[in-house]
């Protein structure tokens, strides 16, 4: 086995600690209270998982399905598919997480250009579309006749008109560029030990996050692991201190270890025993750091500062 390197800070699990961590996951197969499945690991398929849920227990649903490409997932493969049979499969699960949404629940949906239109028309059967958010992955394989492949896409979508979402809670601290003044006075913005900054509305397009990567804590093999800081956008504009996340494609864990980070409830369902196990090491790391990369003293800044 290769020897990592020196800088390399890849979360890694041993059999021992698959086999520690295995004994916490759950698996369901009978109608659950939302107390028995609140702060756990579901091992099981997004759809099977999805009957035994409780109805009306969720306030925001995060869902970072397989998009429509082939992809390996350590012991599972997804296969490319046409338009139509992508959305055929998005609407088998999707139609089953309906009943656990409370009726002011947002939902984020991730996807890319490929799979834009099948989420586009699977979601607008069940909820209300609010937005599309793209993202800047900042790297990307180059093509020798296209452009490169280097966004990727989140449908902000609710159950009702009525839903929360809390602006000054996900608003951007960016370095301000020409510094105007009124009698003399910054016009809004602040000076500070590191700078002139003022505070902006967020955007649909996200240019601050950096795809988690070996020198990183938080990274894990996982091949399509989210950012820590993207998920903390959804959770603190979406919810309130003690109300439930659930994510049924919970790869490592991202979505439930920034819930839990950002004193939220979370339920995570994973189909793969391995990333199931890394979520539940990192939920336990958790506990004793809860450091959100890009994210400090409730501030999101820029890339790379």
């Known amino acids: 086995?290769?020897?990592?390197?020196?800088?390399?800070?890849?979360?890694?699990?041993?059999?021992?600690?698959?086999?520690?961590?295995?004994?916490?996951?759950?698996?369901?197969?009978?109608?659950?209270?939302?107390?028995?499945?609140?702060?756990?690991?579901?091992?099981?398929?997004?759809?099977?998982?999805?009957?035994?849920?409780?109805?009306?227990?969720?306030?925001?649903?995060?869902?970072?399905?397989?998009?429509?490409?082939?992809?390996?997932?350590?012991?599972?493969?997804?296969?490319?598919?046409?338009?139509?049979?992508?959305?055929?499969?998005?609407?088998?699960?999707?139609?089953?997480?309906?009943?656990?949404?409370?009726?002011?629940?947002?939902?984020?949906?991730?996807?890319?250009?490929?799979?834009?239109?099948?989420?586009?028309?699977?979601?607008?059967?069940?909820?209300?579309?609010r937005n599309r958010i793209t993202w800047e992955r900042e790297k990307g394989r180059g093509a020798k006749a296209n452009w490169k492949n280097a966004s990727e896409d989140i449908w902000f979508c609710t159950m009702s008109d009525q839903f929360t979402f809390n602006l000054d809670a996900v608003k951007v601290k960016r370095k301000v560029i020409a510094p105007y003044t009124a009698n003399g006075k910054p016009k809004d913005w602040k000076r500070t030990d590191e700078g002139d900054f003022r505070m902006t509305h967020p955007s649909n397009l996200w240019t601050d996050l950096t795809v988690p990567f070996w020198s990183m804590p938080e990274n894990t093999e996982h091949p399509t692991q989210k950012p820590e800081k993207l998920l903390a956008k959804i959770i603190l504009s979406g919810t309130k201190k003690g109300d439930v996340v659930l994510d049924p494609f919970l790869g490592s864990g991202t979505t439930s270890v920034v819930a839990k980070k950002l004193e939220r409830r979370y339920v995570g369902i994973e189909i793969d025993e391995k990333f199931a196990s890394i979520a539940e090491k990192r939920l336990e790391q958790a506990e004793h750091d809860s450091s959100i990369q890009g994210f400090t003293d409730g501030v999101f800044r820029e890339r790379n500062s």
């Open 1 to 129: 086995m290769k020897t990592p390197a020196a800088r390399n800070r890849t979360l890694t699990l041993s059999a021992a600690e698959q086999a520690k961590f295995k004994k916490r996951l759950l698996t369901l197969t009978a109608s659950a209270s939302s107390s028995s499945v609140i702060g756990k690991t579901i091992l099981q398929s997004a759809e099977s998982a999805a009957v035994f849920l409780p109805d009306r227990f969720v306030d925001l649903l995060f869902l970072d399905p397989p998009y429509n490409l082939t992809k390996k997932f350590n012991m599972e493969t997804f296969r490319a598919s046409s338009h139509a049979v992508y959305a055929e499969w998005m609407d088998t699960w999707l139609s089953k997480y309906i009943h656990v949404l409370k009726p002011t629940a947002s939902i984020y949906i991730c996807g890319d250009w490929r799979s834009s239109a099948s989420i586009w028309e699977t979601a607008s059967k069940y909820f209300i579309i």
